[in-house]
């Protein structure tokens, strides 16, 4: 399949931040995305902040979605379709599009939506000009909902990550630490954060809901896999004893709990777990 390409900038619309209000830039990555890509659009034009740009990177989809690519072109400021080599390697095509060092690069896939309208708005509003600023993100999987996201320091990432879907990152970190890993399948934005604060970039939580996340869950396969990626992220940059909190934590909590609500599941029994937890927080 040939490369197909669009949005403004090609037709020389280019969009530049000011220090005031600096450019947020939204990378949207897809492939056969058709259900769901119309409205991660749509939720990112509807932004109230004054300077955003979109960026769409397709996988070469077969769906429809470039179909609906074409239809929203002048809302895009740039957007291709073509093969690549995995989710990190189409997430750090879309980072190569960004040349203004100070523009502040968001992701929010085609599964993920913005919270509301006022969502970077209020994110950038509670910042400082901070490399690094990190919010909260409601997922859900259509029967239940959360909210996750805290204030955090390096260490308590041996444990946990950022919301990344909630999390801003100037254009300048990635160009001082590095793209993507794609030697990872599915913690490499994990990786990518806590690279990001041991270089002791500058960094800022913002108590803001700013995006929502469809939770679809991992095969055991894929499951198993992030959790061999996870422990492997902690054991490259941490110290001894936040990497063996980290890999005990994976080992001794992550699996099991998995593993409790798969069998509750299959017996027909999550149901009844939530509400008793439900029941007990309140």
């Not at 750090?92 to 006022?118: E, H």
């Not at 990152?169 to 399948?185: A, E, H, N, S, Y």
């Not at 939580?205 to 469809?214: G, T």
């Not at 599941?265 to 309140?282: T, V």
Request: some cysteine.
């Amino acid at each position: 399949m040939r490369r197909i390409e669009g949005g403004r900038r090609l037709r020389g619309q280019t969009a530049r931040g000011t220090v005031v209000n600096p450019l947020v830039t939204v990378i949207t990555v897809v492939r056969n995305g058709a259900a769901h890509i119309e409205d991660a659009i749509r939720a990112v034009h509807a932004q109230t902040y004054p300077n955003i740009e979109h960026i769409v990177i397709d996988g070469a989809s077969t769906d429809g979605t470039v179909d609906i690519l074409l239809k929203f072109d002048n809302w895009l400021g740039y957007w291709a379709s073509d093969k690549d080599r995995g989710l990190y390697d189409a997430m750090n095509k879309g980072v190569r599009q960004v040349t203004d060092p100070d523009s502040y690069i968001l992701f929010a896939n085609a599964d993920d939506t913005l919270y509301s309208a006022d969502s970077i708005a209020s994110a950038i509003s509670l910042s400082s000009g901070e490399d690094l600023v990190y919010g909260k993100m409601v997922f859900t999987d259509g029967k239940v909902s959360g909210v996750q996201g805290r204030r955090v320091q390096f260490e308590d990432l041996a444990l946990e990550t950022l919301c990344h879907p909630a999390t801003f990152v100037r254009k300048r970190v990635f160009d001082q630490i590095g793209p993507f890993d794609t030697g990872l399948t599915i913690a490499a934005d994990y990786d990518h954060i806590v690279r990001a604060f041991a270089a002791r970039v500058s960094t800022r939580f913002v108590d803001v809901i700013v995006s929502r996340m469809r939770m679809g869950g991992l095969s055991d396969e894929k499951f198993m896999l992030s959790c061999q990626e996870r422990k492997q992220v902690v054991r490259r940059h941490f110290s001894l004893v936040p990497r063996l909190k980290g890999v005990w934590h994976v080992n001794l909590y992550d699996i099991p709990r998995n593993m409790t609500r798969r069998l509750l599941a299959r017996a027909g029994l999550l149901g009844h777990w939530r509400a008793l937890k439900g029941s007990q927080a309140r």
